[in-house]
């Protein structure tokens, strides 16, 4: 289809292990977005892309989590020496480029990855 | 304590029926807000996007209020049908640009309609 996806659904790896999360956004979509959601907690913003730079990456919560994306197109979430805290739905979102309808700046969102860290 | 709080946690009606949601905020100033549904599994979607200008905006059985001076949103479900079951999350956009980079998430309401 044409949606966001991303991969893979699920994910379970032990303590202390490196993880990679994958996102394919909408074609032609220069931005995009992670988030973060935890259960019983609303969505948490981790970075935003534009094009393949990262203007905001406040929301990354430490050191072990970095990303990046190439071609302007895939993104891949890293997460590094995993937590048990770090267990989570990652979300990723596309939106179109900035312009001055609200279409434009609708998010489009994937299915998540669900990350179990045990 | 949450900048963005949704009321009901969680709540069962009858197919049907008419319920409503609703969104507290304290964070300001802000571009827009935005009610998103969230079926289970799924990413969100979105239902409807207000500018702080706004009063109300209706997307089909879905109709969202915003009252910026009391700094409440309500989300409306006319009739509602099986398939409205899910969590409804209201989102604030302090992006002053309205860019959406800057979004605030709710806990969301879980709706479950039952027969």
């Known amino acids: 289809g044409a949606g966001v996806s991303q991969s893979p659904s699920n994910k379970v790896t032990e303590k202390g292990k490196d993880v990679e999360l994958r996102c394919d956004p909408i074609?032609?979509?220069?931005?995009l977005y992670w988030y973060r959601q935890s259960l019983g907690q609303g969505l948490e913003f981790l970075i935003y892309?534009?094009?393949?730079?990262?203007?905001?990456k406040s929301g990354l919560p430490s050191d072990r989590f970095s990303a990046e994306r190439t071609g302007g197109s895939v993104s891949t979430l890293t997460i590094q020496r995993t937590q048990q805290e770090d267990s989570a739905v990652y979300l990723c979102?596309?939106?179109?480029?900035?312009?001055?309808?609200?279409?434009?700046?609708?998010?489009?969102f994937g299915p998540g990855t669900r990350l179990t860290v045990t | 304590k949450n900048q963005v709080e949704q009321s009901p946690q969680s709540l069962i009606i009858l197919e049907g029926k008419n319920c409503t949601l609703q969104c507290n905020y304290t964070v300001s100033p802000f571009s827009n807000l935005r009610w998103y549904k969230q079926d289970t599994g799924r990413g969100p979607v979105s239902l409807t996007i207000m500018t702080f200008s706004e009063n109300t905006k209706s997307n089909g059985r879905y109709t969202a209020t915003l009252d910026a001076d009391t700094k409440q949103s309500s989300l409306h479900i006319t009739a509602s049908q099986l398939s409205d079951s899910a969590s409804y999350i209201c989102v604030v956009d302090l992006d002053p640009t309205g860019g959406g980079n800057k979004l605030t998430f709710g806990t969301g309401t879980q709706l479950k309609v039952e027969l």
């Open positions: 074609s032609g979509h220069t931005a």
């Open positions: 892309f534009q094009g393949n730079s990262a203007p905001d």
């Open positions: 979102a596309s939106s179109r480029s900035r312009g001055r309808d609200w279409i434009s700046y609708e998010q489009y």
